[in-house]
Each structure stands twice: as structure tokens, then as C-alpha cells.
């Protein structure tokens, strides 16, 4: 089994950003697909970003492409999400995920994702002011 913890967090300005970590402790990375998530107020969790057990594939939600960068070490155990530019519609308590096995989904084709991941991290709240 594995771990994770985010951390990175916080209030920013919109148009800033902030770079978010998961670190995973227990088993490796390695087989694991990871991905972030969010959930703000009042709504259901949305997938965000996912990146394959290799980091070759990776996959993001519409709203978040062309400014959110997934990446992920797997010798640190970790994974990482750039976001910039940020909006206030961005904000929310963002988690991160795993399971063992290949990322088998793109874009919207990842709604049901976070139903499919093994692994939960606590959260951590990213608030983006206007």
C-alpha cells in the first residue's frame, strides 16, 4: 500500500500560481497511475490531471489545459501539479490519487476516475482570490 500527503497549498491573487506536491511513502510509485483532484464547496469532486505509471501519458480536464502541468518523479516518490493562471474557479481542496495499473482514460473520459483510485491523500485547500 501507499501513502500520500499533499502539501503547497494556499491563498494566491488570480493570475498567480502555485505548485502542488504529493509524497508518497509505503510502496513505490512505480505501476502506480496518479492523479489530482478537486473539490470545492457545494460540489461534486472533479477530476483534474493524471499522468500514467511511467509518466508518458498524461491527461487533463478541459478547463485546465494550457495551464496546469502534471509531472511526477518516481525516485522521490512524488507527483506534482504546476498550476498558473490561476481563477477563482479554481479553487478548492485539491487531493491527490493512485492506483496500481495503466491510466486507462483521457480528458473528460476520466470522470469516473477517482471512483477507480485505491490511494487518497487529505487535501490540501488552494483559495485563488479575484
Known amino acids: 500500500q501507499v501513502q500520500l500527503v499533499e502539501s503547497g497549498g494556499g491563498l494566491v491573487p488570480a493570475g498567480g500560481s502555485l505548485r502542488l506536491s504529493c509524497a508518497a511513502s509505503g510502496e513505490s510509485l512505480w505501476g502506480y497511475t496518479l492523479g489530482w483532484f478537486r473539490q470545492a464547496p457545494g460540489k461534486e469532486r472533479e477530476f483534474v490531471s493524471a499522468?500514467?505509471?511511467?509518466?508518458?501519458?498524461?491527461t487533463y480536464e478541459d478547463s485546465v489545459k494550457g495551464r496546469f502541468i502534471i509531472s511526477r518523479d518516481n525516485a522521490k516518490r512524488t507527483v506534482s501539479l504546476q498550476m498558473n493562471s490561476l481563477q477563482p474557479e479554481d479553487t478548492a481542496v485539491y487531493y491527490c490519487?493512485?492506483?496500481?495499473?495503466?491510466?486507462?482514460?483521457?480528458?473528460?473520459?476520466?470522470?469516473?476516475?477517482?471512483?477507480?483510485?485505491?490511494?487518497w491523500g487529505k487535501g490540501t485547500l488552494v483559495t485563488v482570490s479575484s
Open positions: 499522468i500514467s505509471p511511467g509518466g508518458g501519458t498524461i
Open positions: 490519487a493512485g492506483r496500481r495499473g495503466p491510466l486507462d482514460c483521457s480528458g473528460s473520459g476520466c470522470s469516473d476516475l477517482a471512483a477507480r483510485m485505491g490511494y
